[in-house]
Nanobody, 126 residues
């Protein structure tokens, strides 16, 4: 059973950067497609992007494309979300999620993923 733990959240000024990490347990992690979501207070969980199990392909939603980058290191059982040029509206709890299913690299929903981390808070101040 793969389990996920996010870290790296915190307080940052607008225009700054943060890198979130998602540590996975379990050898089968390296066969999982992995995604990142976020959820702001009073809003639905929002899909940000996905990386396929090989790390060779990624997909991002327009709101973060060019600012956020997902990468993974299967040897270390890690997935990362590099966030640059952060905006106040990026403030949210960020979640990594995974699935052993082969995903279409397109807009996805929480239902497409089987396992979730507990989330890490990101606050962007003006």
């Amino acid at each position: 059973q793969v389990q996920l733990v996010e870290s790296g959240g915190g307080l940052v000024q607008a225009g700054g950067s943060l890198r979130l990490s998602c540590a996975a347990s379990g050898r089968t992690f390296r066969t999982y497609d992995m995604g990142w979501f976020r959820q702001a207070p009073g809003k639905e969980r929002e899909f940000l992007g996905v990386i396929e199990w090989t790390g060779g392909r990624t997909y991002y939603v327009d709101s973060v494309k060019g600012r956020f980058t997902i990468s993974r290191d299967n040897a270390k059982n890690m997935v990362y979300l590099q966030m640059n040029n952060l905006k106040v509206e990026d403030t949210a709890v960020y979640y990594c999620a995974g699935t052993p299913d082969v995903l279409t690299l397109a807009p996805l929903t929480p239902l497409d993923f089987k396992i979730w981390g507990q989330g890490t808070q990101v606050i962007v101040s003006s």
